[in-house]
């Protein structure tokens, strides 16, 4: 049978998974869904595909899948980032696997990759930044090289990111024109006055914060790989503002959406390819 | 054991930690029906789960003994009222279950045929892993049972003040449960679930069986899976789709107008007036109709344009507050006997289909 892994849940983290193989494993790939989806409504089209295409992109045979899962509409990014930080924590020590019935090998994963859509790409970057911050208040009053080098140790700053239309620079969740199923127009409606849509505004106080500090950040340790994305924007994407951060170059896909822009199919494999490192 | 028995635990375990212990193990809302539904569908779940192999019998089994009491309680909750054994399709070939005090017990056989020299199919044990996930997202999701419940079992004045956020509790006081925020997250949470439940198992219907890697095997086995694919993909989505919705209570049309009601009337607290606007309200509307009409109310003729005018205009149908309640008590039991209840059950179905 063409199928590998089989899911397990991640106690303590709502309704997070993982999906991992019998095999080695040498990295951890971390999805992290948008306003309003959901780990397997979001990425389920990776779980069969990764699968599938195995032979056309053996990357992913050494790969495992985690899902994080949280409130989307109504909890803060900046809390919701904290518990990205600590689950995935969790999935780096392997700390998640002592509860697991049938325990798969135990890991030691060479490489981290953050991949995000829509406000889950804002949670990601949110994360590197609150490391690099705690890293950089550690080392206040200790030689710059110290701080350089803890800054290349930390596993999350090392990570790749993997961002999907992100919702970084701000959405049109006011606009109609984008929501082309009546889920995400209903959905629409109803959050309207949520807490995080407006979060998600192009004038947050939570986003230009974000920014400014990375791009800060990336002008100061432009070694530092987290600090660095290169995005995947679909054309048309009604709902996102379709920018980046200064110096990051932007990739397009035509005939995509929002929605989407992160699910690979037959037709469409360019997610499979993107992910990897 | 071979590598599919050792796949079939996994599955199992998984099924066991995503849906039946975080079911059972969870305190819920006294009364909410929704909740002891999700529970109900445990059993459903678990005998598709074993018929087409994915889960281990013995497996599944012991964890019925182990989990006995809430899920017992639930479906015996639900039979109270009508509302279990849930009806599946005729071509889906349902096993008995048995309800005793204790425990919970799924009948052998009746799985659907596959030649012995062949894997169990992937693509429906992918189908239902992925069925499986997207339930457990839905199993413990408060919003949900909290809409569900409200919508589709409460009667048509419980509801109105429901969804006006008016409702008064047992001592006539404004009650600060079931919250008008909660109750419209949940409608967004069911409308994605039906969503993305509606495309994984349209696509198992649309796509080709995949090819084995196994080069070694007959032609004539490589058929007999294709065949086999095209045989059993239908009557187990049908199946999948049944179970999933019987809860909603969309086969009764006053509920189904509940749905387009209040649809409407959350998209009208939006209205820009726009061309845009008009088309998206439109779309929504087809999407709802067409997510509605599945499980047993895919036997449902729908008035569309009552349905329209209930959309649009925000027209409450005349509704009947008994017609919810004794549609508890109206619905026919097919396939599946219960153990304490056997005979009668079986004599009820066999006058049935005689008259039909």
Known sequence: MNRRRVPAFIPGYDKSYALVSDDNALRAVVFVHGFGGSPTGTWRDFHSLVEEYSSVFPWWRTSDLFFFSYD??????????????????????????????SKPKKRTYKDLILAGHSEGCVLIRRLVLDRFEEISNNHARKPRAKLLSALRADYILRSYLRLFAPACCGTNLSSWIGFITSYSFLLSAITASSLVRNELRPDSTVLSTLKVGTEKAHAQYPGVEAFYAEPLFGVPDQIVVSESYQGEKIHWERGCDHFAICKPKYVYTRPLDFVKI | MNRV??????????????????????????????????RAEIVYWAMVG?????????????????????????????????????????????????????????????????????????????????????????????????????????????????????????????????????????FAQVTRHWKDESLLLEELLQRKPRRSRDSSKSRKLRRQARELHWATAGPFSNACMYISRHRYNLSNREIVERYFSYAGSLLQQTKDGSAGWLDLRREAFDDLRNLVSRGEASALTLDIPRLWAVFVQNE???????????????????????????????????????HS
């Open chain 1, 72 to 101: 989307s509409i109504r909890t803060p990014i900046r809390f919701n980032s904290t518990r990205l930080a600590q689950f995935v924590d969790e999935v780096w020590s392997g700390q998640w696997t002592q509860q697991l019935k």
């Open chain 2, 5 to 38: 028995e050792r796949e079939q635990i996994r599955n199992s375990e998984f099924f066991e930690s995503a849906i039946v212990e975080r079911s059972a193990g969870r305190g819920i809302w006294e009364g909410n029906l929704s909740a002891e539904f999700s």
């Open chain 2, 50 to 186: 074993v018929q087409i192999e994915y889960l281990n019998r013995d497996y599944v089994r012991e964890l019925f003994t182990q989990y006995s009491g809430p899920i017992v309680s639930a479906c015996q909750i639900l039979k109270e009222r009508g509302q279990f054994p849930f009806p599946l399709p005729q071509d889906w070939p349902a096993l008995p279950i048995e309800l005793f005090e204790g425990g919970i017990s799924i009948g052998n056989d009746a799985s659907p045929d596959r030649p012995k020299e062949t894997d169990p199919q992937p693509d429906l044990w992918n189908t239902f892993q992925h069925l499986m996930l997207l339930s457990s997202e839905n199993l413990l999701d408060d919003e949900t049972h909290d809409f569900v419940h409200s919508i589709s079992w409460t009667e048509a004045s419980q509801w109105n003040a429901l969804r006006e956020g008016s409702h008064l509790d047992q001592y006539s006081v404004p009650s600060s449960s079931y919250s008008v925020e909660s109750i419209q997250l949940g």
């Open chain 2, 316 to 354: 409450v149908p005349v509704q009947s507050d008994l017609a919810v309640q004794s549609l508890f008590e109206s619905q026919a039991h097919r396939r599946i006997i219960l153990a304490d209840s056997e005979e009668s059950e079986k004599d009820k179905d066999e006058e049935q289909e005689e």
